[in-house]
């Protein structure tokens, strides 16, 4: 059965913006094997419609999801990559472009497109780049669940619907990278290893285990271990577990009257200075100084701190 080709461009006001991100234009395409020509030429306003040939610039971010067939994208007009079922194309405003599918599949695509602060600060920070513009996603049901959505949202324009398009926009640049980035790692057997390290870090977190000692449990060399777990969740075994630990230290300090000393050492730490010093430094608060300005009134009122305790130099 033929899919129904559904998309919509969008008006959106200077309030919309103040949200952080709005959607410009949504939609979906099947287009046939043995098709006539690419883009379509319906409806589309003119900003929008391009000669594959030629190329074009838009001034927002595409994210252009391919679930069938194949076809190719043009990084320049003698040069292209290809792009198959399962494709993300994640390309930023200002770029010259060009895709078109492959006439002897066809290919179904879904894209929208949008702009704003909060996606310019995700490709400034490093989470997306132009260097990588296929993003390899893989079949995914939840994704093409939420164009959908996206695209009734659009259609519908119901008050505040672009509040609710840049949810959906947000929630499938994440997945994006998320798919992405596990997909690399998907025949890895070594990933298991981390997994189990991670629940070995989380279940003795507190005991005082080393990173060293989690990789032995594990039976790799700790330099590999390390180079794994880094690439795998971004950050090192020895940060993973300072976490753990700081965020241990944190829900005693908000829940209960323990005294630093007393935390310092549940959390694995029998140098309160260390600790206290290792707090700051990631908290920008000394204990007593975080449990003063976040604990909540009640807690405070309960907590039977001595005067001279508050006094005592950890920082």
């Avoid at 040069?79 to 405003?93: N, W």
């Avoid at 695509?109 to 296929?134: H, T």
């Avoid at 920008?284 to 975080?290: K, Q, V």
Wanted: hydrophobic residues 35%; proline residues 4%; positive net charge.
């Amino acid at each position: 059965m033929k899919n129904k080709n559904l998309f919509k461009y969008l008006a959106s006001s200077e309030r919309d913006l103040l949200w952080g991100l709005i959607v410009d234009t949504v939609g979906q395409t099947n287009i046939s094997m043995d098709y006539e020509a690419y883009p379509p030429k319906v409806g589309h306003p003119q900003d929008y419609d391009f000669n594959p040939q030629n190329g074009r610039i838009l001034d927002n971010y595409q994210l252009i999801y391919i679930s069938r067939g194949k076809g190719k994208y043009f990084i320049s007009k003698d040069e292209c990559i290809p792009v198959t079922a399962g494709d993300m194309l994640i390309i930023p405003p200002y770029m010259w472009h060009s895709y078109l599918p492959d006439k002897k599949t066809g290919w179904q695509e879904y894209w929208i497109c949008m702009r704003g602060p909060n996606i310019d600060v995700r490709f400034k920070n490093g989470f997306f780049s132009a260097k990588q513009l296929i993003y390899k996603v893989g079949l995914r049901e939840d994704i093409i669940q939420l164009y959908n959505q996206a695209i009734d949202l659009a259609i519908s324009e119901n008050t505040t619907y672009q509040q609710a398009l840049a949810g959906i926009g947000n929630l499938i640049l994440g997945l994006a990278i998320y798919y992405d980035r596990n997909q690399q790692f998907t025949n890895d057997v070594m990933v298991k290893r981390i997994d189990q390290a991670r629940v070995i870090m989380r279940e003795n977190y507190l005991t005082g285990i080393s990173p060293r000692e989690v990789a032995k449990q594990v039976n790799m060399g700790y330099s590999w271990f390390r180079k794994l777990f880094k690439e795998y969740t971004n950050v090192s075994p020895a940060h993973f577990m300072l976490e753990l630990r700081l965020q241990k230290a944190k829900s005693i300090l908000l829940n209960s009257s323990l005294n630093v000393k007393e935390i310092s050492y549940m959390v694995g730490y029998d140098d309160t200075t260390y600790f206290t010093a290792l707090f700051k430094k990631y908290t920008g608060y000394t204990p007593l100084a975080y449990r003063d300005k976040f604990s909540s009134d009640e807690i405070q009122n309960t907590i039977p701190f001595k005067k001279a305790e508050k006094s005592i130099p950890y920082a």
